[in-house]
């Protein structure tokens, strides 16, 4: 299964860090600003208590595409929105051959040899590879159900005490 992404990996400061992309990188030089300096972390925080005891904010700007391309990682489809395509049999090794079946005929002889043929394990040499394209119907809205989580910004949660009572206020944060 592949990602289409670089694993990054090395010892720093004694300390063992394993990345995608440029994740190690990021992770060591730090983020360019701070969550008090970031404009939609104010946004979100302005509609909360601001007394409170307790904090917890998500950037799900940031979450959702490494969760959507975990999931399809893991389902072996193509990641909704994140430009990152999962397991698929489109191997530039299947480019030596002029049909699938003439990949499939490879596999099927020497699989060991030919592993690369079938990137998603299902038997089917090149399948994707030698797939007919489907012409694009544009930009779609929208749509939740079908997974297109781009509105949703962040959430952020907080407690507090008043008197004595305990309470908690939560937002979700979608754009307009």
């Known amino acids: 299964m592949t990602l289409g992404l670089p694993v990054e990996y090395g010892v720093v400061e004694d300390r063992f860090h394993l990345g995608l992309g440029a994740g190690v990188e990021g992770f060591l030089d730090g ?3 701070t969550l008090a300096e970031n404009q939609q972390y104010q946004r979100v925080m302005a509609t909360l208590p601001t007394e ?3 904090l917890m904010y998500l950037d799900l700007k940031q979450v959702i595409p490494l969760v959507q391309l975990l999931v399809a990682a893991a389902e072996g489809v193509e990641a909704i929105g994140s430009g990152f395509q999962a397991s698929t049999d489109a191997s530039p090794e299947c480019g030596e051959y002029g049909t699938q079946e003439e990949a499939q005929e490879a596999y099927d002889e020497d699989a060991f040899e030919h592993f690369l ?3 998603d394990g299902d038997g089917r040499a090149c399948e994707d590879y030698f797939a007919p394209a489907t012409p694009g ?3 779609p809205e929208p749509d939740l159900a079908a997974g297109d989580y781009s509105a949703i910004e962040a959430f952020a949660a907080v407690s507090y005490k008043r008197d004595d009572l305990i309470g908690s206020n ?3 944060y979608i754009a307009e």
Do not use: K, R, V
Request: proline residues 13%.
């Open 31 to 33: 983020p360019p600003t």
């Open 52 to 54: 409170h005891n307790a």
């Open 117 to 119: 043929l079938d990137q």
């Open 137 to 139: 119907a544009g930009t």
């Open 170 to 172: 939560g937002i979700l």
